[in-house]
């Protein structure tokens, strides 16, 4: 059984850099056969994926292009985890952020961090 | 804009049957499996109900069916529930922009 636990902070300021950590248990972030989302869900946007990680000999990310000159997924294998960072944030970046874990589908998923922008 | 498309709404009475679809283009729906999510609380996980188009996830019931014909998809509810009130979502994977791609969602209101 996978498990993913989120941990962050729930308000960024504007301008600022929003980081959140997806610890993943049940599973190695370097596995050949699985990928590492973040997803967010926000009122005026639904589901929105946002980007990846995996490795396949050699890691490799793929960016949605809504936010790709302002995001970065990194895994920390030492630490078997994956984090988001979102740069230069406003208050569109307001949402739910998931981590999920992806073989041939999003399957499994943390349990979701409030992230609010504001001053 | 989400690049898969559904209809905002939706409702039924309890033991009705409902669908919800769900369009995309060749390159997402037309060449790749569509998955189903839904979503009871905003703030909680989505919980996969279909995937692979048609497959249930052991645990869910058969009263949700899935189909995909061409560029679009359906997600069919039978025997509707009071605890079937939930945001619906649609999903696939899409070759052209490598990502994956959502509907904007679906409300489903039990009567």
């Known amino acids: 059984q996978v498990q993913l636990q989120q941990s962050g902070p729930g308000l960024v300021k504007p301008s600022q850099t929003l980081s959140l950590t997806c610890a993943v248990s049940?599973?190695?972030?370097?596995?050949?056969?699985?990928?590492w989302n973040w997803i967010r869900r926000s009122p005026s946007r639904g589901l929105e994926w946002l980007g990846r990680t995996y490795y396949r000999s050699k890691w490799f990310n793929d960016y949605a292009a809504s936010v790709k000159s302002r995001i970065t997924i990194n895994p920390d294998t030492s630490k078997n985890q994956f984090s988001l960072q979102l740069k230069s944030v406003t208050p569109e970046d307001t949402a739910v952020y998931f981590c999920?874990?992806?073989?041939?589908?999003?399957?499994?998923w943390g349990q979701g961090t409030l992230v609010t922008v504001s001053s | 804009q989400s690049m898969l498309t559904q209809s905002p709404s939706a409702s039924g009475t309890p033991g009705q049957r409902v669908s919800i679809s769900c369009s995309g283009s060749?390159?997402?729906?037309?060449?790749?499996?569509v998955y189903w999510y839904h979503q009871q609380l905003p703030g909680t996980a989505p919980k996969l109900l279909i995937?692979?188009?048609?497959q249930r996830p052991s645990g869910v019931p058969d009263r949700f069916s899935g189909s995909k014909s061409g560029t679009s998809a359906s997600l069919a509810i039978s025997g509707l529930r009071s605890e079937d009130e939930a945001d619906y979502y649609c999903a696939a994977w899409d070759d052209s922009l490598s990502a994956w791609v959502f509907g904007g969602g679906t409300k489903l209101t039990v009567l």
């Open positions: 995937y692979k188009s048609s």
């Open positions: 999920a874990r992806s073989e041939q589908w999003l399957g499994d």
């Open positions: 060749a390159s997402n729906i037309g060449n790749n499996y």
């Open positions: 049940g599973d190695s972030v370097s596995s050949k056969s699985a990928a």
